[in-house]
């Protein structure tokens, strides 16, 4: 990429958790390329975490640290990416203010990620406001950083088209290109599944492995992995679709061959579960042991991380505070200016 058409990207993570392996393979690992490449800014999405985490706000925000380790020790370097705590850029709250304006409650409640989320969460009427309009705060993150590319799951698919409805509606309003609208960048990796053969890696599912995991906490995982039921004895011939075990070895063990011969074995008999299983685990230690190793000496160094989390909030700050300062004033809204 060429410094003319150099991309600004942004992602977020609400910080509920500390992040597992679905979301490395999903988010982390790419980012960890893309810095290279490109102007990216990591937003610690806690207020959007707060939106459905009333009562919690202490478990969230011992989540941004938790977060911003992970972004570390998997390698995200703050010389090159910035990354930021959304609470403290007050400019996002201010641009989602005046954003809100330009979308119908009807609209919000057509999302259907956020349909998705109410169903789960069974709020049912009762939905509180902040988590109805968190998708016009998504926007706000987006469009304060001016990013051209967003990397995202396909359940956010919804709030990129929220977020670009927005940015032309605003643009129409002010008659003024002021703010950008971006691509989704979606992850070529499937969607990883946690270990008991759930659709989805979720810490608060049980069926995750964290960035941080002990060598015991991972060979645990592995061995209890989800295989498949009916391959009772070895030389049963064994089903590869739906079996967690080879749908890691997809994911993480680069080896391609490997991974089809040892898939081919299996579907014709002769192989069993802990074979399979002891390949995989020796990958997973292999990679997550470096991960785990820098993320101890990160939380020994706490001041250290919180001095990085500072330097980039307060460099998030001066790009966002220019952008509000050129939506104020497309609003009429710079009284005090000369
Ligand atoms: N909604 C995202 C999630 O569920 C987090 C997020 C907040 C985000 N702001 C964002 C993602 C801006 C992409 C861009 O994890």
Same mark, same amino acid.
């Given at each position: ?7 600004? *990207?942004?992602? &977020?993570?609400?910080? !509920?958790?500390?992040?597992? %392996? ?32 009333? &009562? ?18 998997? =390698?995200?370097? #703050?010389?090159?990416?910035? *990354? ?33 989320? +109410? ?13 109805? !309009? ?19 799951? @396909?359940?956010? %698919? ?14 129409? !309003? ?20 946690? +270990? ?21 906490? +991972? ?17 049963? #011939?064994?089903?590869?679709? &739906? ?10 063990? #680069?080896?391609?061959? $490997? ?9 014709? =008999? ?6 399979? $299983? ?9 990679l997550i042991e470096p991960i785990r190793t820098r993320r101890q000496?990160?939380?020994? @160094? ?5 001095? +990085? ?13 220019? !952008? ?6 497309? %609003? ?7």
């Open positions: 990429m060429t410094q003319a058409t150099r991309s600004t *990207i942004l992602t &977020g993570d609400r910080t !509920t958790g500390p992040l597992h %392996l679905g979301h490395y393979i999903g988010s982390l690992r790419a980012r960890v390329q893309l810095q290279h490449e490109a102007n990216q800014f990591l937003l610690l999405a806690d207020v959007q975490a707060l939106t459905d985490n009333v &009562g919690r706000h202490q478990k969230v925000t011992e989540n941004v640290v938790e977060v911003a380790l992970d972004y570390l020790a998997a =390698g995200i370097d #703050p010389a090159k990416s910035t *990354i930021l705590i959304q609470s403290q850029v007050p400019e996002l709250a201010e641009l989602s203010q005046y954003l809100l304006n330009l979308v119908t409650v009807a609209r919000l409640e057509r999302n259907p990620t956020i349909k998705e989320e +109410i169903r789960l969460r069974g709020f049912e009427r009762d939905i509180p406001a902040g988590f109805l !309009t968190y998708p016009v705060s998504q926007a706000a993150d987006i469009t304060a950083f001016k990013a051209t590319h967003v990397p995202v799951g @396909d359940d956010q %698919l919804p709030m990129i088209e929220q977020t670009n409805e927005l940015v032309r509606r605003f643009n129409n !309003t002010v008659d003024r290109a002021v703010l950008v609208e971006c691509e989704a960048v979606l992850s070529q990796v499937t969607r990883l599944p946690g +270990i008991d053969g759930k659709a989805k890696m979720s810490k608060s599912l049980g069926n995750a492995i964290t960035l941080g995991a002990t060598p015991d906490e +991972i060979t645990k995982a592995v061995n209890n992995m989800y295989t498949d039921p009916n391959h009772l004895r070895v030389s049963d #011939p064994g089903q590869v679709e &739906g079996n967690v075990v080879f749908a890691f070895l997809d994911a993480f063990e #680069p080896d391609v061959q $490997k991974v089809d011969e040892l898939k081919a074995h299996y579907q014709r =008999g002769g192989l069993g579960d802990s074979v399979v $299983k002891r390949v995989l685990n020796e990958r997973l230690q292999t000496e990160l939380e020994a @160094d706490r001041g250290e991380v919180m001095e +990085i989390l500072r330097r980039g909030t307060m460099r998030a700050r001066e790009v966002a505070a220019q !952008t509000l300062s050129e939506v104020k004033g497309a %609003l009429g809204l710079s009284y005090f200016q000369n």
